[in-house]
């Protein structure tokens, strides 16, 4: 069972949505299924039908967020430190040629959040980053091209 990288901030999220769906949505759809229920003929019953649907969704995603959270390597970021990128890492970069300054947090799949400043790991970005160290250059190949970074700052939060 391969394990999945992950910062505290993600564990809790993860936790907090599967206790979310097992305590209030899990009841909530019963009772939708319940209601629809007495409404008669389930053949033909829209509101049965979709909301079995919506338990069949809520179930599986229980389900992924179980495994999710089984194989969790939560990895504390406050105790790491160094010039060089690993998981957990925020890092500012500048583009090489636009001069745009980014800042980026190397953060687990199920966490990242391009708008919030979070990438995950298996991002192009941030296997180009993962092992450099800072006032490197790197060369991404992102969808709109190869662009080139300097690291002008390793943090961690």
């Known amino acids: 069972m391969e394990k999945i990288p992950m910062t505290g901030a993600g564990f809790v999220a993860l936790e907090e949505e599967l206790r979310f769906r097992q305590q ?6 019963i009772s939708a299924i319940s209601e629809a229920r007495a409404h008669g003929d389930l053949s033909e019953n829209a509101e ?12 599986g995603r229980i389900a992924e967020l179980e495994d999710k959270i089984s194989r969790a390597e939560v990895i504390d970021v406050s105790k790491l430190s160094g010039d060089i990128v690993k998981f957990g ?3 500012t970069l500048v ?3 636009t001069e745009e ?15 919030a400043g979070r ?14 160290k800072k006032g490197s250059s790197v060369e991404v190949v992102t ?15």
């Open 24 to 29: 209030v949505e899990r009841p909530r759809i």
């Open 48 to 59: 049965y039908h979709a909301a079995k649907e919506l338990q069949s969704l809520n179930e």
């Open 119 to 132: 990438i995950s790991i298996s991002s192009p970005v941030a296997r180009a980053l993962i092992g450099k």
């Open 143 to 157: 969808p709109k091209g190869a662009r080139s970074f300097e690291i002008v700052e390793v943090r961690w939060a």
């Open 101 to 115: 300054e980014r800042v980026w947090q190397i953060v687990g799949d199920s966490e990242a959040d391009a708008k």
């Open 89 to 91: 890492a925020t890092v």
């Open 95 to 97: 583009d090489e040629d």
